[in-house]
């Protein structure tokens, strides 16, 4: 699978925008882009993935670059229970499924 | 649908006992996973079973470990005898299908090896 960069740590006002970058530039066509999210003590929960177009569900938005060598997943209004490691995973379909997960992104949302 | 269960959520245990960790899967996924996660080498997935057979378990650190899948609905971690460098989140996971599908990971059993 191709290899994610991710900044360790951001910080987001509570009620602006957090926006989590992630580089891909090795990725291949066939590979998706997947988010999850880890808050503390918790398992990782799913938030989005796509492919080559923007997706929007209702946690969160995700935005890839048409050379699809980075995206950014939006959270539109932070609040203080989105404080977690955001993890940016590239992944292969159609064979062995493997999340393999780097070490994310640590926002920390405040008041 | 109450989710991905796992029990028990904590285990103490000492070095040379066996341990056992289980899971229920969502109801109607075919393809289960076990990950364990610790500060040094993070999330880190260990085996995945589709429809009830091992497909990968390139990630088990040893044979000390074995992981059975016996219907749809359960499958169980095996660690004996156990080390203290076992301790570990483990988490499962469950996906409808195993290659494109999201993953649902339950909330983890906490091991710890004294």
């Known amino acids: 699978d191709a290899k994610t960069t991710q900044p360790p740590s951001m910080d987001c006002a509570e009620g602006r925008a957090a926006n989590l970058p992630c580089n891909h530039s090795?990725?291949?066509?066939?590979?998706?882009v997947y988010w999850y999210r880890q808050i503390h003590s918790q398992g990782p929960q799913y938030i989005i993935h796509?492919?080559?177009n923007n997706e929007t569900n209702e946690m969160a938005s995700l935005i890839i670059t048409e050379d699809r060598k980075s995206s950014t997943l939006i959270l539109p209004h932070a609040t203080l229970r989105d404080t977690a490691v955001y993890y940016c995973?590239?992944?292969?379909?159609?064979?062995?499924?493997?999340?393999?997960f780097g070490t994310g992104t640590r926002l920390q949302v405040t008041l | 649908d109450a989710g991905v269960i796992q029990s028990p959520r904590h285990e103490v245990t000492e070095m040379g006992q066996e341990v056992t960790l289980r899971c229920k899967p969502i109801?109607?996924?075919?393809?289960l996973f076990w990950y364990r996660q610790t500060m040094m080498r993070g999330l880190e997935l260990l085996i995945y079973?589709?429809?009830?057979?091992?497909?990968?378990d390139s990630g088990m650190p040893e044979d000390r470990f074995s992981a059975k899948m016996p219907n749809a609905s359960f499958s169980t971690l095996k660690i004996q005898p156990s080390e203290p460098r076992d301790s570990a989140v483990y988490f499962c996971?469950?996906?409808?299908?195993?290659?494109?599908?999201?993953?649902?990971f339950g909330p983890g059993t906490r091991l710890t090896v004294l």
């Open positions: 995973i590239v992944r292969v379909t159609g064979t062995a499924s493997k999340l393999t």
């Open positions: 796509g492919l080559k």
């Open positions: 109801s109607g996924h075919n393809s």
């Open positions: 079973f589709n429809n009830n057979v091992p497909i990968d």
């Open positions: 090795t990725i291949s066509g066939n590979e998706y």
């Open positions: 996971a469950s996906s409808a299908t195993y290659d494109t599908d999201t993953q649902y």
